[in-house]
């Protein structure tokens, strides 16, 4: 099951610049994602985690260092072997929606791959009910809200089957309720497929759900740990521009307004069992 | 307006028309505009109007709703027939009204002519009311299959249309956005003189094109990572059935013209 399946050694990437030197986008960095995890790549703009996501599936390569993923260097040989194991969500859902209904959509990928017409049916129809969008297969694009497109995104990268689904602002663009479908919908994978899962991020929120959250600051890697081990660093996350989740700010809030409370709380359900649990002692 | 007008928009149905493979029906609608030609007497004329109503009959599309989307048509229509009917002088004159003149062969020609116009704008609306958008490009991308010999880029030419077509309403949708945005800055596009209301597109459409680029850029950048290698390799998802009621179609295509050879003068 420990097997990797990602892994950067010492990546550096220098964006060409027109104008004299610039620094680089990705400085000497390294991590690791083993098979099964859900990792966190967050980040403010300009930290260089967009680059990292270029860099993982083969739109851009290294300068210095070396990208693996599923066991081989990414490089132009083989590049679209890796591709066809790894699926993609980018963050605008109107620009990566490529057929004209739901299920053409879908099953782009897989006529890309060669894939033979009974296995596509098969394949089309199985991605579509693990997001729970069967019911709007022969929908056109712009009848979906933006949470549905995302998921039919989310299907067309499960149809090839992938070792590695990696969200790129995945849910950024969305309304609350957009992006708690689609944080949903990644969860329920995670539960029934063990999929592995890189979510790149600026949105805390979304980050604690994972198990392994890396913290990416001008185009270095600052902190890698748990969600619980990387939110008790607080202050220096604001510092990045990194906005904490809610529940931890009410009790940063709430302990310095002299509330004793015990723990640090990343979810509100957390906050509120320990308030309420408080009050009756108090 | 634009709800009423409906050159080139798809009505999703079930009927004989709407079930046939799409190749069958562009091949159908080809040879049918060759043969329309073939017509030259009253005979001919009559033959083509009955089977165009056939055809409009099976496929379910209400006359009454053609005739009334195709209402900017028919003022072309009937200037045709009026342009045929007062310049053609020859044969009888049948009368003459001041400096207006009409002679029978007038008549005869604004009449077969605007038969021949009207069945021709009959079938090929039925074409697009039946078929979507997306089963023509395919239609079109198999059809043009043999081109591939001589380097035509037919695969490439026919993404190029679906992901046109894919994208129409996003634009739409975006013109209004942006049409919003420039009115709420004080832009006014709906007065004015003529030459005030054309410059006031640009700004229109510039954020427009911007964005557009963004669009294509993103959208490439998707393909490639879901492995868009171009058309080679590919299999196809959707998948053409060509039936015996396509072939049928075909052969009442064949017997038409032998009973407008028939006829012929």
Redesign the interface.
């Known amino acids: 099951m420990n097997s990797e399946i990602l892994s950067f050694e010492n990546v550096t990437f220098t964006y060409n610049a027109e104008d004299g030197p610039v620094r680089p986008a990705v400085a000497d960095v390294s991590f690791s994602i083993q098979q099964g995890e859900w990792i966190a790549l967050v980040g403010h703009n300009g930290s260089g985690k967009s680059t990292i996501a270029k860099l993982m599936n083969g739109l851009l390569f290294p300068n210095k260092g070396k990208v693996k993923v599923f066991g081989q260097e990414m490089s132009e040989e083989t590049l679209w072997d890796i591709r066809s194991d790894l699926g993609m969500v980018f963050q605008n859902p109107d620009n990566q929606f490529v057929g004209a209904t739901v299920q053409d959509d879908v099953a782009f990928a897989l006529e890309n791959n060669g894939v033979p017409h009974a296995v596509m049916v098969e394949r089309v129809h199985e991605a579509l009910s693990q997001v729970k969008m069967e019911d709007y297969k022969d929908h056109e694009p712009h009848h979906l809200s933006g949470g549905q497109k995302q998921r039919v995104a989310i299907a067309g990268a499960l149809a090839m089957r992938p070792k590695l689904l990696i969200l790129d602002e995945a849910t950024s663009m969305l309304d609350p309720q957009g992006r708690m479908e689609v944080i949903e919908t990644i969860r329920r994978l995670r539960e029934s497929t063990g999929l592995t899962v890189i979510s790149i991020t600026h949105d805390l929120e979304e980050a604690a759900l994972a198990e392994r959250i890396i913290v990416m600051n001008l185009g270095q890697k600052n902190m890698e740990g748990t969600p619980a081990a990387v939110f008790s660093q607080g202050s220096k996350l604001t510092d990045m521009g990194l906005d904490l989740p809610f529940a931890m700010r009410m009790t940063h809030l709430l302990q310095e307004a002299g509330v004793g409370l015990q723990e640090e709380h990343m979810t509100e359900d957390k906050l509120v069992d320990e308030l309420w649990k408080y009050y009756s002692k108090a | 307006m634009m709800e009423k007008m409906i050159f080139g928009r798809f009505i999703p149905g079930d009927s004989v028309v709407h079930r046939m493979d799409p190749r069958a029906k562009i091949l159908f609608v080809f040879l049918f505009i060759a043969i329309v030609f073939v017509a030259n007497n009253a005979w001919g004329y009559a033959i083509l109007l009955g089977f165009t109503l056939l055809v409009v009959f099976l496929s379910k599309i209400r006359l009454y709703f053609l005739i009334n989307g195709l209402k900017p048509v028919f003022i072309l229509l009937i200037f045709t027939f009026f342009l045929h009917l007062f310049f053609t002088r020859e044969g009888d004159l049948l009368f003459s009204f001041g400096f207006i003149e009409v002679y029978e062969e007038g008549l005869r020609q604004g009449i077969f002519i605007s038969i021949r116009f009207l069945v021709l704008v009959f079938i090929t609306s039925v074409l697009t009311l039946t078929t ?3 089963s023509i490009t395919d239609g079109i991308e198999v059809l043009l299959g043999p081109f591939k010999k001589i380097k035509l880029p037919v695969h490439e030419l026919a993404l190029m249309m ?2 046109s ?2 994208f129409i ?2 634009l739409m ?1 975006e013109t209004g956005k942006i049409l919003k945005a420039q009115m709420a800055r004080g832009s006014d596009i709906g007065s004015g003189p003529m030459k005030e209301r054309v410059k006031a597109v640009v700004p229109l459409l510039i954020p427009l094109f911007v964005s557009a680029f ?2 294509a850029e ?2 490439a ?9 171009g058309g080679e ?7 053409l059935n060509w039936q015996l009621a396509d072939t049928l179609s075909l052969v009442l295509l064949a017997g038409l013209t032998a009973a407008l050879w028939y006829f012929r003068a």
């Open positions: 979507s958008p997306i679906s992901i077509l894919r309403p996003t949708d963004k669009r993103d959208l950048t998707a393909m490639e990572v879901r492995g868009y290698r390799g590919r299999t196809r998802y959707r998948q």
